[in-house]
């Protein structure tokens, strides 16, 4: 675990209700790793996930992100860099499904042909035909919305693509479908994944590693095949079970 | 059919003034609308952040907006005076209602998670809005934009009433001189207006709708046909106004009434015809003295018809005087001590309060004075409309001077009173003496040999700086110094109001038989 991509060193975050969201968070994310993180609703994982794009500010510790310290990022530049779904795809209805794909490449003026080329190849890659490429967002099924989310989170060619509950919303066959996807994607691409899940299975088939938290900590952070051998308690070992 | 003959002929006879007031109430409306635009939209997206002030304003346009518009309109006149600027004013504040709050609701709906997903991939605030926001909420906004539109162009209607041209004049003029086609011509005018504006900004709204579809043929020509609309009501407003700029200007105002808008058309012509003034025409201006007298002093009106009666009674709230020469004479000095003022000439007619009976019953019982029908008044009903009863220079002191003793005192409205005189519920009635239905009816106007009634001498009021930069003028108003009896004005009352011709060709008319004009 040398040269972790992201960093996160005795982390504490609470927001304004004053319940501490994370509290002396520790974490070591490895390159080209593909890291779920899963707990019970309200055990921080979101917010852990924001802080990695600062899209959420912390109260102490230190975050490294890409070998820079966070504050020493311009965020702008640094989310660029990064893929970014979230829930229900996040995808813009005034834009087509090409536009979409468009968009982080138009926010950092991308020339136009570079912009189509790198669309057109990203088309190919998830098999998305010409008329696709022109529907609207709400022309499509729920699974293609969110494969298209998946694509232009991919456009700018990220080192980490973070993920919070991407398949949430999605029926069963559909949600496998696009695990075994996005497992062949991490697969080839050789890029860092992070993606929050309450998916017990969706965590330990997709995951290299999986994160477990409980309120506000991470409880355990091993490869599924260790967590499942040796749970580190009780909770662990009831809360993988279920 | 005849009916829309006359319309027909009502726009064929007055296509220059109805252009005119077309350009006029474009151009307002477009002002108008291009302000509250800027305004309101920079004022939704101001509030979007800010819920204290969000709520300040939101309470203030909201407030502003119950207020009645003639009543807004008529609040700004000590503040801005009448005319383009007033108007401007006025629409301004009723537009913004619409638009700040469509465009605040517009952005404020936008999903937080869409905005969320642009700043997640790296989009700097501006992008969010511009890029997400922005598109996300213009549907919203462009429908209250469409909106303020077509309230703006109605609404520009009543400018009129202030002396700010635009069709509205048109209805007003019409109402006034009793003229319906001409009142219907102004309306569907205003109606097809906003109706033309409505259909543009309704077919950029469906082709933004069927845009999240599929763009195709249909949905192309309908955001063509939308802002082709627009750019031809933009590129009107650009059209040169006719014959403006630098030179000299007169500005003539009159109340709204037949007869003031055919003296105010006398007045001017006479101008025009003799000397290079440019006069523009701020005719029939709502409620009148109260508000043309102070535009007077402001300096923003240069000439209007006036009557004796009223100054001296209305304006300098003095006690009646017997004598109209010596009436004039006082008022001449004070008006010019006072206000820097100038009565130019008495016009001759005397348009006051008298009484009025038919022809025929007349030259039965012999009766043309006060006096005479008096000694007689048993034989008759007399009607008078509810306020002549009740004000003490109307039936009671008139019964002070003369004995009269009528078989019965009817109370009816004002617009009744020559009905029922037709019907004969009534035999005698109280009437303007210059009444163009007094013709119409064949009514005699009787006399009032102990001068009861105070005298209300038509007179042309100018203001003296007028009078210093255009010498001019006074010769030429001088020649107008009784050159209308009261029959002479009931004639020109009679051929507007009755005959419905307009007061501009009654005007010339006049003028070209007293060879008055060049």
């Known amino acids: ?242 | 059919m005849s009916f829309l003959n006359d319309i027909f002929t009502t726009i064929a006879d007055r296509r220059d003034y109805l252009y005119e007031l077309l350009v006029q109430h474009i151009l307002l409306s477009l002002t108008a609308i291009i302000i509250i635009s800027v305004i309101g939209i920079s004022t939704g997206i101001a509030i979007l952040h800010d819920k204290k002030w969000r709520q300040v304003i939101l309470g203030t346009v909201n407030f502003l907006y119950t207020i009645p518009s003639i009543a807004m309109f008529g609040l700004f006149i000590p503040l801005i005076g009448i005319g383009y600027g007033n108007a401007l004013v006025v629409l301004v504040i009723y537009g913004l209602l619409p638009v700040i709050r469509n465009t605040y609701t517009g952005l404020d709906e936008v999903d937080p998670l869409l905005l969320d997903a642009a700043k997640g991939m790296g989009a700097t605030p501006w992008q969010v809005f511009s890029m997400v926001r922005w598109p996300l909420a213009f549907p919203t906004i462009l429908s209250g934009f469409r909106t303020m539109v077509v309230m703006t162009i109605a609404l520009a209607g009543l400018a009129s009433f202030i002396g700010a041209g635009g069709l509205g004049q048109a209805i007003y003029r019409g109402i006034n001189t009793n003229n319906s086609s001409l009142i219907l011509v102004g309306s569907i005018a205003v109606a097809l207006l906003a109706l033309v504006a409505d259909l543009g900004i309704g077919a950029i709204e469906n082709s933004l709708k069927t845009k999240a579809r599929k763009p195709d043929k249909k949905n192309r020509f309908l955001r063509y046909f939308g802002w082709g609309i627009l750019a031809l009501l933009f590129i009107f407003m650009l059209l040169p106004k006719s014959g403006n700029s630098s030179r000299n200007k007169l500005v003539v105002a009159t109340k709204p009434t037949a007869e003031q808008y055919i003296l105010g058309e006398i007045i001017s012509q006479l101008v025009e015809n003799n000397t290079d003034i440019q006069v523009i025409r701020k005719f029939g201006i709502g409620g009148g003295t109260s508000n043309i007298h102070p535009a007077m002093l402001k300096g923003e009106i240069d000439i209007y018809p006036e009557y004796t009666g009223t100054a001296w009674l209305f304006i300098l709230k003095e006690s009646p005087m017997k004598n109209p020469d010596s009436l004039y004479a006082a008022l001449k000095t004070t008006y010019a001590g006072q206000f820097n003022l100038e009565w130019a000439c008495r016009l001759g007619f005397n348009n006051t309060f008298t009484l009025a009976l038919p022809e025929s019953v007349a030259q039965n019982q012999h009766i043309n004075t006060f006096s005479e029908l008096a000694v007689q008044s048993n034989q008759f009903v007399f009607g008078a409309e509810f306020d002549f009863f009740e004000r003490e220079d109307g039936f009671s002191g008139l019964n002070k001077v003369y004995p009269f003793n009528f078989k019965n005192e009817v109370e009816l409205d004002i617009n009744l009173k020559f009905q029922a005189l037709e019907n004969q519920t009534v035999d005698v009635i109280n009437a303007f003496s210059t009444d163009s239905r007094i013709r119409q009816m064949n009514l005699r106007v009787l006399k009032d040999d102990k001068q009861f009634f105070p005298a209300y001498q038509a007179g042309i009021v100018v203001r003296n700086e007028s009078l210093r930069k255009y010498p001019e003028l006074k010769g030429l108003f001088e020649r107008l110094e009784n050159s209308i009896s009261d029959s002479a004005m009931l004639q020109l009352n009679y051929e507007v109001e009755i005959e419905n011709k307009s007061p501009n060709e009654v005007a010339a008319n006049f003028l070209k038989q007293r060879e008055l004009l060049k």
Request: positive net charge; hydrophobic residues 40%.
């Open chain 1, 1 to 242: 675990m040398n040269n972790p991509v992201i960093e996160i060193v005795n982390v504490t975050k609470s927001y304004e209700s004053a319940k501490k969201a994370l509290n002396d968070v520790s974490l070591e994310i490895p390159r080209e790793a593909f890291v779920a993180i899963i707990g019970p609703s309200g055990c921080g994982k979101t917010t852990l996930l924001r802080l990695m794009n600062g899209m959420t500010g912390i109260d102490s510790g230190r975050i490294r992100v890409m070998g820079k310290n966070l504050e020493s990022w311009d965020k702008i530049q640094l989310r660029r860099k990064m893929g970014y779904v979230i829930q229900q795809s996040g995808l813009f209805p005034h834009l087509t499904v090409r536009q979409n794909i468009a968009f982080v490449l138009r926010l950092s003026s991308v020339e136009k042909q570079a912009i189509e080329k790198r669309v057109n190849e990203l088309a190919k890659i998830m098999g998305f035909d010409e008329s696709q490429l022109n529907a609207f967002p709400s022309e499509l099924s729920g699974g293609q919305q969110q494969r298209v989310g998946v694509a232009r989170a991919l456009a700018s060619q990220p080192e980490i693509v973070l993920m919070d509950e991407p398949f949430g919303a999605l029926d069963n066959i559909t949600r496998r479908n696009l695990q075994r996807e996005i497992k062949e994607m991490h697969r080839k691409l050789k890029i860092t994944f992070v993606m929050v899940t309450h998916d017990l299975h969706e965590a330990f088939t997709l995951g290299t590693h999986v994160a477990i938290m409980n309120k506000g900590e991470i409880v355990q952070f091993d490869t599924p095949e260790n967590i499942q051998k040796e749970p580190f308690n009780d909770w662990v070992k009831e809360f993988i079970t279920i």
